[in-house]
Every structure is written in structure tokens, then in C-alpha cells.
Nanobody, 122 residues
């Protein structure tokens, strides 16, 4: 299965940018889908964005579309989430995940990172 390790979280002000990284150990199959999700206390894990490992196909939630960009570096086995124009409502723990289905449902993802905290203050 391998492991996923997120980094890049932190505390920023509204309007600022952050870039999250997700480094994967082990092989990522070409059929894999890499996703970013986020979660706040007491709420369900929420889909943010995904990218197919073997193509440029991406998908974004409506709440981040136009502000966040998901990308990948296949030789480095790394997925990124560039977060621009951050809002206080983007505050959450962000998780990287690996799955085999093109899906925004977290249940479809079998491998998860430990999460990284993003805090956006006004």
C-alpha cells in the first residue's frame, strides 16, 4: 500500500496562499487517483480535489474551484495542493489519500496520510 506523508500546513491570514505536499512511498499504480480531503472537528471528511495519476484529469469541490490547484510530480511520487485566496472557512486538517476510483467519496480511498493542519485567520 505504501505510505502518504503530508507537509506544508500552517497558520496564515485570509487572502494568503499555502502549498501542501503529499509524498508517497512505494509504487503508485498508473490507475490510481490521488485526492485531497479536509476535516474540521465534529464534521465529516470533505472532498477538496483529486487528480488521476496517469492523466491530467482533475476534479474540484465547488468551494475551492478557482482558488486551489492540485498537481503532481510523478518522478517524485508527490502530489501538491496549491491553495490561494484562503478563507477562514478553509481552516481544517487536510489529508492526502490514494484510491483506485475517480470519486469524491472518501470511502473509495484506501490509503491516507496523517493530515496537516491549515489555519486561516481573519
Amino acid at each position: 500500500q505504501g505510505q502518504l506523508v503530508e507537509s506544508g500546513g500552517g497558520s496564515v491570514q485570509a487572502g494568503d496562499s499555502l502549498r501542501l505536499s503529499c509524498a508517497a512511498s512505494g509504487r503508485i499504480l498508473s490507475s490510481s487517483v490521488m485526492g485531497w480531503f479536509r476535516q474540521t472537528p465534529g464534521k465529516a471528511r470533505e472532498f477538496v480535489a483529486l487528480v488521476r495519476w496517469h492523466s491530467a484529469t482533475t476534479l474540484y469541490s465547488d468551494s475551492v474551484k478557482g482558488r486551489f490547484i492540485i498537481s503532481k510530480d510523478r518522478p517524485q511520487n508527490t502530489v501538491y495542493l496549491q491553495m490561494n485566496s484562503l478563507r477562514t472557512e478553509d481552516t481544517a486538517v487536510y489529508f492526502c489519500a490514494k484510491g483506485s476510483q475517480y470519486s469524491n467519496n472518501p470511502a473509495e480511498y484506501r490509503t491516507w496520510g496523517q493530515g496537516t493542519q491549515v489555519t486561516v485567520t481573519s
